[in-house]
């Protein structure tokens, strides 16, 4: 028990040092394992290495380059001009063009940050010319960002997938109906903000003709086409995740460059580049959180926490309730790549014995920890909303209450309404 004590103790405190979170694991196992164990140190290197050596996980690194690649190469400029043609009239229109732009996005780019930079940067400055509040504005694009987790092909599920030993197609089927239930619960609150604001609509739009329509579905099609191959592919069994990773690559790779024309040789080597940034933090926080993970079965923690949770109450209601909590305390400080590889492990054996399924789990869990994207003082989404639209967090947090309601009321849903994730597994599995 002291070593578990001393390890999340210097976990923590190296975080409140600012130490970055890939070194902060990696130190904290290294000092408890000298201090407290008589495991040899070269398990860090074996573990790190055997972490990061996974098929699933070269997914990753190609979802992140197709998100770059579309953000940057006119797909995500596409379907918010298509959208936008179709929802004018609406009270708050760009409110729900941004959402819905947000969830066909996630199904490009399977990053909540990626999601929140790509429409958020092109629909924050708009949404302020036509008389949105600009900190709504932030705020409603970094939540709706949260859904790029959710909706499949979702980077976290990959994860969780690899580390749980879960079917990550079953994952990405159970991922459907909670992210258009974000969306849908996102939708409700700009309705009834642009309402009380005044922001009715372009009521003196002239009726939406055919040819307009046609066009402009023409110029998107390319564009709201990429979901549909992606997870088409993937529910039919013609390639698993990983390769729909790479089939995504090639697919935005020449939308981008040979039909839309908007990307030139400096936007692919930013792609590139920025890509590979992101996947050298990721694999770096992969590798050392999988030997977190192992130092933490050995000492036989997951076995022990369960014990200990299940013996305050054997209340299913209860339990479940507790490590929402849990999931959404880490979420506001620990990203959701090493919390995924952490926790799962820890709570996983916990809620199978409440009942719940590995499947719907990982889409509880992954739903926590995204929206720990939308609170302080981790936030990353809030970070990226914020530096487009120029606000202070203080400004948004008005909005982001009701916003984040909205998504806590659609993760109780998932929490304790078993078909929300496991009904479209079971019908396509039959």
Known sequence: MTSTIFLFSSFFGLLFLAVPIGYAIGVATLLTMIGFSDIPLVMISQNAVAGADSFPLMAIPFFILAGNLMSSGGVAKRLIEFFNLLLRKRTGALGLVTIIACMFFAAISGSAMATTAAIGGFMIPEMEKRGYNKAYSAALAASAGTIGVIIPPSI????????????????????????ISMGLGLMVVNHIVSKKSGILGDKNAKPLTFDELWIAFKDAIWAILTPVIILGGIYAGIFTPTEAAVVSVVYATFVSVFVYKEMKFKDIYKALFDSMQINGATVFMVGLSAVFAAFLTMEQIPIKLATAMLSVTSNKFLLLLLINLLLLAVGCFIDNIPATIILAPILLPIVTKLGMTATQFGVMLTMNLAIGFVTPPYGINLFVAQAVAGVKMEQMMKYLKLLIGALLVILMLTTYFEPTTMFLVKLIKG
């Open 156 to 179: 976290p599920f990959v994860l969780y997938g690899v580390v749980t030993g879960s079917s990550i197609g079953d994952l990405f089927i159970a991922g459907l109906i909670p992210g």
